[in-house]
């Protein structure tokens, strides 16, 4: 039994370790400068604008579902508490319910978070190119500087006279990079980073809560044998 509960409280120290990370990492996907200048484009279209929200807030609410298991697993651990234990394990099945569609939408959607960020600089690139909108000009500046980039290739013709006018003098050196291919790029490192750290806590999740349930049944069973043999003599 004490191996176990070593093993639940060098779990619980990862999972914790694990839940700061993705608080860490939702914070600098919804603050990080190549995040926010595709977000604060402003069409009404703007796709990845939602899912920019929605990945910040997931990430935040299975990061402190996560702390809180692990928490309140370390002290089931140490005061063998069937009430701490049980809820302990009830917030680790929560997560791991948050976990499974998170690593399920990563897989069969991974392309979506990739097309609405190109997508976006698509629209910004043809309304600059046409002169549509002065504002345009600078929310493409912005992402140039973002990604060091400059323009793109397209199949339909030379766009090196439109770069030209598009790229501003300090970013020289980025011409010729193509934007959407630094954005792929880019999203390719950070998408893999993000199923690295689904698959680590999924696992270490399960492993959780078969720690936290073994050690529930053995407080139950281990107080329903204290029990037994024990009587009270009454004077008469």
Same mark, same amino acid.
């Given at each position: 039994?004490?191996?176990?509960?070593? +093993?639940?409280?060098?779990?619980?120290?990862?999972?914790?370790?694990?839940?700061?990370?993705?608080?860490?990492?939702?914070?600098?996907?919804?603050?990080?400068?190549?995040?926010?200048?595709?977000?604060?484009?402003?069409?009404?279209?703007?796709?990845? +604008?939602?899912?920019?929200?929605?990945?910040?807030?997931?990430?935040?609410?299975?990061?402190?579902?996560?702390?809180?298991?692990?928490?309140?697993?370390?002290?089931?651990?140490?005061?063998?508490?069937?009430?701490?234990?049980?809820?302990?394990?009830?917030?680790?099945?929560?997560?791991?319910?948050?976990?499974?569609?998170?690593?399920?939408?990563?897989?069969?959607?991974?392309?979506?978070?990739?097309?609405?960020?190109?997508?976006?600089?698509?629209?910004?690139?043809?309304?600059?190119?046409?002169?549509?909108?002065?504002?345009?000009?600078?929310?493409?500046?912005?992402?140039?500087?973002?990604?060091?980039?400059?323009?793109?290739?397209?199949?339909?013709?030379?766009?090196?006279?439109?770069?030209?006018?598009?790229?501003?003098?300090? +970013?020289? +050196?980025?011409?010729?990079?193509?934007?959407?291919?630094?954005?792929?790029?880019?999203?390719?490192?950070?998408?893999?980073?993000?199923?690295?750290?689904?698959?680590?806590?999924?696992?270490?999740?399960?492993?959780?809560?078969?720690?936290?349930?073994?050690?529930?049944?053995?407080?139950?069973?281990?107080?329903?044998?204290?029990?037994?043999?024990?009587?009270?003599?009454?004077?008469?």
């Amino acid at each position: 039994m004490r191996t176990a509960k070593c +093993q639940l409280m060098a779990t619980s120290l990862c999972i914790m370790l694990l839940g700061l990370s993705i608080a860490t990492l939702s914070t600098v996907t919804h603050y990080g400068l190549r995040f926010t200048v595709i977000s604060n484009i402003s069409p009404e279209s703007n796709s990845y +604008q939602v899912i920019h929200h929605a990945a910040f807030y997931v990430g935040i609410c299975l990061s402190m579902t996560l702390i809180v298991a692990a928490l309140l697993s370390s002290a089931a651990t140490v005061r063998e508490s069937q009430c701490l234990t049980a809820t302990g394990f009830f917030c680790f099945a929560l997560a791991f319910c948050g976990l499974i569609p998170a690593a399920c939408w990563r897989h069969t959607r991974s392309t979506e978070v990739e097309d609405s960020m190109m997508d976006m600089y698509d629209l910004v690139y043809e309304e600059v190119r046409r002169n549509v909108s002065s504002f345009r000009r600078h929310e493409l500046t912005a992402i140039h500087e973002a990604f060091l980039c400059c323009g793109k290739h397209s199949p339909f013709g030379d766009t090196a006279a439109v770069e030209h006018n598009m790229c501003p003098p300090s +970013q020289a +050196q980025a011409a010729g990079q193509d934007c959407l291919r630094e954005i792929q790029g880019f999203l390719k490192k950070h998408m893999d980073l993000v199923s690295m750290l689904l698959g680590t806590t999924i696992c270490f999740t399960v492993y959780g809560m078969v720690l936290t349930s073994f050690l529930w049944f053995y407080i139950h069973f281990s107080n329903n044998l204290d029990r037994k043999g024990k009587y009270i003599l009454r004077a008469r």
